[in-house]
């Protein structure tokens, strides 16, 4: 079956740093690939996503970028803020996986004054 | 704004008794799902609805059951709630350009 790895499960950074989160995946015939952030006592929330045909997407200080050769995706985080502190999750999915889709299993930033 | 609300943020039950988890949406989209989140595990899917009346089976559905009755509200019922299924249970609806959209969740504590 597909599987889903994100790496770390763990993060903390110093505030105004950078954060990179990592996705690997297994099914070559997913095209959409998002993050979602799961602040405390919420629900996971869509930050950013990208689609296949585009490698890589910004919004202020959030990035993705895509790598479908090698079948990962990136989140990038800049000039990060306390506010970015929460669990992030990757979701790929595609075609050939129909409703069904797959969360990482989540990385926990901290960010450090 | 898409809204994806759930019955209950907290609920304490007793072991044995039937719980019923209600999750309704606003935006029409046909899927519908249902996770459970615990430390460590990440989200796992319980069931899925991709149109009224109609559900699938996820990775975990045992202890589980659903109902679709309309397009709007999906329910995840435990038939004989057992402590092991103490969790934070998330609803979630999807677009055709398959965002998900979830709910707050709901944290359930079975004693």
């Known amino acids: 079956g597909e599987n889903v790895e994100q790496h770390p499960s763990t993060l903390s950074v110093q505030e105004g740093d950078s954060a990179v989160i990592k996705c690997t995946y297994s099914?070559?015939?997913?095209?959409?690939f998002p993050w979602y952030k799961q602040e405390l006592g919420k629900g996971p929330q869509l930050i950013i996503d990208?689609?296949?045909?585009?490698g890589e997407k910004k919004d202020q200080r959030i990035a993705v970028t895509l790598n479908k050769t090698a079948k990962h995706f990136s989140l990038h985080i800049t000039e990060t803020q306390p506010e970015d502190s929460a669990v992030y999750f990757c979701a790929p999915s595609g075609v050939s996986s129909a409703s069904k889709i797959i969360f990482g299993s989540g990385t926990r930033l901290s960010i450090r004054p | 704004d898409v809204k994806v609300t759930q019955s209950s943020r907290y609920l304490v039950k007793r072991t044995g008794e039937k719980v019923f988890l209600e999750c309704v949406q606003d935006?029409?989209?046909?899927?519908m799902f249902w996770y459970r989140q615990d430390p460590g595990l990440g989200l796992r899917l319980i069931y899925f609805s991709y149109d009224v009346k109609m559900k699938e089976k996820g990775d975990i559905p045992e202890g589980y059951s659903v109902s679709r009755e309309k397009k709007e509200r999906f329910s995840l019922i435990l038939e004989s709630a057992s402590t092991n299924q103490t969790s934070m249970y998330l609803c979630?609806?999807?677009?055709?350009?398959?965002?998900?959209?979830f709910g707050p969740g709901t944290r359930l504590l079975v004693l």
């Open positions: 935006m029409d989209h046909e899927n």
């Open positions: 979630a609806t999807r677009t055709h350009q398959e965002t998900q959209y």
């Open positions: 099914d070559s015939a997913s095209n959409y």
């Open positions: 990208i689609r296949s045909n585009v």
